[in-house]
C-alpha cells in the first residue's frame, strides 16, 4: 500500500484513492472479510464500530495489520450505543439499540437540547472507546451517512479534535440526487473552515451493498481530480443484518480481491492509502 501524505497542498493538487470498508467489527464476518481483502486486494482502510459485537476482533486484528487505516464509525442510528440506556434515555432502547427513525431523531437533535446533550455524550463516549483501543484515528464518518446532519456535524467538529481528528468523509458522489447538493456544500465549507481534511469525492452510495467487480472497474474508469474514497461493505457471508438482506457482501469482498480490479489500478499509477496517507494534515495551507 503505497501511500503519500500531502503537506501544504489543497487536495486538489493530490490525486489518490482510499479504498474502505464500513462496518468494521459489526461481525466476525466482516472482519475476516476486512483482514483477506487488506492482505490479498486492494482494501486500504476500514471504519470501526467501537461498540459492536465483533469490536474486539476487530480491533485485534487491525493491530496485526500494521498498514490497515482505521477510522471511526460513529453509529448513531440502526446500531448499538456505547453508554447505557439509561445515560440516553431519549436516543437508545432498553438494549441500548439505537433505532432507524433518522428523521424524527434529525429533528429532534436539532430542536431539543435535552436530546442534544445525550448525543454529545454519545459521540464523545464512541470517541473515547476508540481512543482506548490505541489505534491511530485515520478518519471519522457516520453510519448511514448521519454526519451530513448539522447538529451531529457540529459536535464531530467540537469534539473529536481533542481526540486526534483530523479527517472525516465527505459523502460527495459523482451524479448524487440534486437534493443533496446543498448539504455536501455545506459540509464542505464547514470542514475546511475548521480545518479538518477530506476526501474531494467518494464513491458507494448509489451502489451501496453492490459494489461488485463491475461497479468497482466503472469506479476507476476515470477516477476523478483529487482524492476519491470507494467505500464498500465486505463479509464472508451475505445476509448479516435485517437492514442490509439485500447487501451482496460476499461480491463486494470478491471485487475487491479482484485481479481485474488490481490490474486497473496498476494502470492508472495512482497513489492509495489511508486518509492519513493522501490528505493534508487539518491545518495546513492550501
Request: proline fraction near 6%; charged fraction near 25%.
Amino acid at each position: 500500500m503505497a501511500g503519500t501524505r500531502g503537506r501544504g497542498s489543497g487536495l486538489r493538487e493530490k490525486r489518490g484513492l482510499i479504498f474502505t470498508a464500513d462496518d468494521f467489527g459489526l461481525d466476525v464476518a466482516v472482519n475476516e472479510a476486512v483482514e483477506c481483502a487488506h492482505r490479498e486486494g486492494v482494501l486500504t482502510a476500514a471504519s470501526l464500530m467501537v461498540a459492536a459485537p465483533a469490536a474486539a476482533d476487530a480491533v485485534a486484528r487491525a493491530r496485526r495489520l500494521r498498514r490497515l487505516r482505521v477510522g471511526l464509525h460513529l453509529v448513531l442510528a440502526d446500531g448499538p450505543a456505547v453508554l447505557p440506556h439509561s445515560r440516553i434515555p431519549d436516543l437508545a432502547d432498553q438494549n441500548g439499540r439505537f433505532g432507524s427513525a433518522m428523521a424524527r431523531d434529525g429533528v429532534r437533535f436539532f430542536f431539543v437540547p435535552r436530546v442534544r446533550r445525550q448525543l454529545a455524550a454519545e459521540i464523545r463516549a464512541q470517541f473515547e472507546a476508540f481512543a482506548a483501543t490505541g489505534l491511530r484515528l485515520d478518519h471519522v464518518n457516520a453510519h448511514k451517512h448521519f454526519h451530513l446532519h448539522p447538529t451531529v456535524l457540529s459536535l464531530i467538529l467540537e469534539i473529536g479534535r481533542a481526540f486526534g481528528m483530523h479527517a472525516v468523509r465527505l459523502p460527495a458522489e459523482p451524479g448524487m440526487p440534486v437534493w443533496l447538493a446543498p448539504w455536501i456544500a455545506l459540509m464542505r465549507r464547514r470542514l475546511e473552515r475548521a480545518g479538518i481534511a477530506h476526501n474531494d469525492f467518494v464513491f458507494g452510495l448509489a451502489r451501496s451493498g453492490a459494489m461488485d467487480e463491475a461497479a468497482m472497474l466503472a469506479a476507476l474508469e476515470r477516477p476523478p481530480p483529487g482524492v476519491s474514497e470507494i467505500y464498500c461493505h465486505p463479509a464472508t457471508r451475505d445476509g448479516l443484518t435485517a437492514s442490509m438482506r439485500t447487501y451482496r457482501h460476499r461480491d463486494e469482498l470478491a471485487a475487491l480481491c479482484s485481479p481485474r480490479v488490481r490490474a486497473r489500478l496498476a494502470e492508472l499509477c495512482l497513489p492509495t492509502g489511508g486518509f492519513s496517507d493522501l490528505l493534508p494534515p487539518a491545518g495546513a495551507s492550501a
